[in-house]
Structures are given as structure tokens and as C-alpha cells.
């Protein structure tokens, strides 16, 4: 069976707002490499210390799930365009996931470990996907978010800023916005109220149970060290059949971002991500939807979403 391996092409596209001279911001592409190997066997070489150097390979267990999903037999590459619509959409199609979650501490590990309330101090009034993904996510929104001011509806933005990308208009009674810069959260017109909070350094959420039903993350899930400790929180705040909603790009502040996520591609990343709603519990079976407004074009999008048990 050929099995995926990973070779880093970085490049530095430019964010929204951004100058290559304030943000390296970098794009990250797998490959498929010829090598004859099973997935236990090369998960255990893994985590009994078999290395290969470590910003080349380190995702390597993502890729073999995904290979198990058939989501390549070539060695094409796989970029951020129309090839890719497949293969993100079906990474998440019964999945025979290991029993034990197979991520080591250290792939959680960043290039940049000095406090993340440095990095985010100074408030930053940009967004950081092209405008046409900002359309993508918000149409995404506008068909599953509960309507407009419905009773009782509450929503809490994790990892948010001064702009949540939610429908022009959108209100509830009560949306929720925790993020890392109180100046970008005030701004954030949608918010009725706000959480200045480093998920890092604290992932227990400041809420009841129950308390929301919807939960979304956009572009920053990549950032997170301790997930299952923020996934399980997450669950525990939603409503039964609350909805969690983590959308992605393949951009990031590369230096921030954790290692298993720098050094794989998008497939990869939605089979992360929906290893943190396995893992953490009390999820339904999580699904893949890409939602890539003009592939191959402007910035891909991607959602991996979960509803909380009900039971």
C-alpha cells in the first residue's frame, strides 16, 4: 500500500492587510511519497522514537488515516484548488480511528513558545482570509445558524476578534466573543459580550453547562496546544445537539501555529481536527465540508463540524 509521507513547500502568501515584511504567512502542501508500511506499525515506530527529521514528517499519523480514507493514490500534489474538494469531504467518512489519541505532546509544540499575550497585544483590525472566503463562511453561516433573534439562542466565538464573519444583521440574545485582544474584541459589532482569555495557558471555559448552541472557531483552531482540553470544555458548555463549527484556511501565523499543523496539508488538517471531537468525547461522528469559493483562486475554506450528543 503507498503510503502518505509529507514534504514541506512553503511559500508566503500575503494576508489580508498584511506586508510579507510584518507576517510570514505560509502555505503548507503534502505529497505522496512511495514507501510500502501499515498504519500501526508506523504508529508505533512513531511514538517508540523513530524519527525522521521532525518539520518534515511530524504529521505523518494524519496522513495515513487519510490514506485510509483512499484520499490519494498518486503523486500528485495536493493544492489548495478543486483536486483537494474530495478528498477533504470524504477524509472524515468512517474513520476507523485508533483507540488511543495519537499525538504526542510535542507535535503541539510552536516555533514561537515565547507567551501568546506578547504575540496578540497589540490589536491587529485586519482579517486573515481573502474576501471571497469571508463570503464562503458567511454564506456556510447563514445556512446553519439558527434565525435571527430567535428566543433562547446563544453563541459563543471562540479565538475571536473585531469581526466574526457572521451574517450582516445577525443578532441573538446573547453571543459570546472570547479572544486574546480586548481592543479587537470591542470592536467586534456582533458581540454582546466578551472574554479576554488565553485558551493556551487556560482552556476551561468561564460558562454554566448547557449554556450555548452554537460554538464556532474561525481560522485558529491551528493555534490551539491544548485541544482536547478546549474540545471537551466545548462540549460541556453546548446545549444537547448544541453545534460546533471549526473552519480553516491554509493560512496561519506559521510561527504560532502548532507543529503537526505546519507540517501537513489540508486533508490533513480536517482529519486533525476531527480527531479532537473523537478524542475529546461526547460528539457526533464529525464531518468535512469545503466550501472553497473560487479553487485554485483565492483562499481555500473549510469547515469540520459536530453536533453534541443529545443524550
Same mark, same amino acid.
Not at 476507523?96 to 501568546?116: C, M, N, V
Not at 456556510?140 to 466565538?157: H, K, M, Q, R
Not at 473552519?247 to 476531527?274: E, L, P, Y
Given at each position: ?6 514534504q =514541506?513547500?512553503?511559500?508566503f ?21 512511495s514507501?510500502?508500511s501499515?498504519?500501526?506499525?508506523? =504508529? %508505533? ?17 494524519a ?21 483537494l %474538494? ?21 507535535? $503541539? ?16 483590525f485586519?482579517?486573515?482570509i481573502d ?8 454564506k ?18 471562540i479565538?475571536?476578534s ?11 440574545? !446573547? ?12 470592536q ?25 448552541d ?7 483552531v491551528?493555534?490551539?496546544? %491544548? ?8 462540549? !460541556?458548555? =453546548? ?11 491554509? !493560512?496561519? $501565523? ?22 479532537y ?17 473560487n ?12 453536533? %453534541? =450528543?443529545?443524550?
Open positions: 500500500m503507498a503510503i502518505l509521507g509529507l =514541506l513547500q512553503p511559500r502568501p500575503v494576508l489580508t492587510g498584511f506586508s510579507h515584511s510584518r507576517l510570514s504567512s505560509t502555505t503548507i502542501h503534502a505529497r505522496a511519497v514507501s510500502v501499515s498504519l500501526p506499525s508506523k =504508529l %508505533k515506530k512513531w511514538n517508540n522514537g523513530g524519527r525522521l527529521p521532525r518539520r518534515l514528517v511530524v504529521g505523518l499519523g496522513s495515513f488515516w487519510a490514506q485510509l480514507m483512499n484520499m490519494a493514490g498518486n503523486s500528485k500534489s495536493f493544492m489548495a484548488s478543486a483536486r %474538494k474530495s478528498t477533504v469531504e470524504q477524509a472524515l467518512q468512517n474513520v476507523d480511528w485508533p483507540e488511543q489519541f495519537p499525538f504526542k505532546d510535542e507535535d $503541539f509544540q510552536r516555533f514561537d513558545e515565547s507567551p501568546d499575550s506578547l504575540f496578540y497585544e497589540a490589536p491587529r485586519v482579517t486573515h474576501d471571497a472566503a469571508i463570503a464562503a463562511l458567511t456556510y453561516y447563514s445556512e446553519v445558524f439558527p434565525p435571527s433573534n430567535t428566543p433562547g439562542v446563544s453563541i459563543l466565538d479565538c475571536s473585531w469581526v466574526s464573519h457572521f451574517p450582516k444583521g445577525y443578532k441573538q440574545e !446573547r453571543i459570546v466573543g472570547m479572544g486574546m485582544n480586548e481592543d479587537e474584541l470591542k467586534n459589532p456582533v458581540l454582546t459580550e466578551h472574554v479576554v482569555q488565553d485558551l493556551n495557558l487556560n482552556p476551561k471555559l468561564p460558562f454554566e453547562d448547557n449554556s450555548f452554537v460554538i464556532t472557531n474561525v481560522v485558529s491551528d493555534y490551539l496546544t %491544548k485541544p482536547l482540553h478546549v474540545f471537551k470544555e466545548m462540549c !460541556r458548555v =453546548l446545549k444537547p445537539g448544541g453545534l460546533a463549527i471549526m473552519s480553516f484556511s491554509n !493560512r496561519c $501565523f506559521w510561527t504560532k501555529a502548532i507543529s503537526i499543523w505546519t507540517s501537513t496539508g489540508d486533508t490533513d488538517h480536517a482529519m486533525i481536527v476531527g480527531s471531537f473523537h478524542y475529546a468525547g461526547g460528539f457526533e461522528p464529525p464531518q468535512a465540508v469545503d466550501i472553497s469559493p479553487p485554485g483562486r483565492s483562499d481555500p475554506m473549510y469547515i469540520v463540524y459536530s453536533r %453534541k =450528543l443529545s443524550t
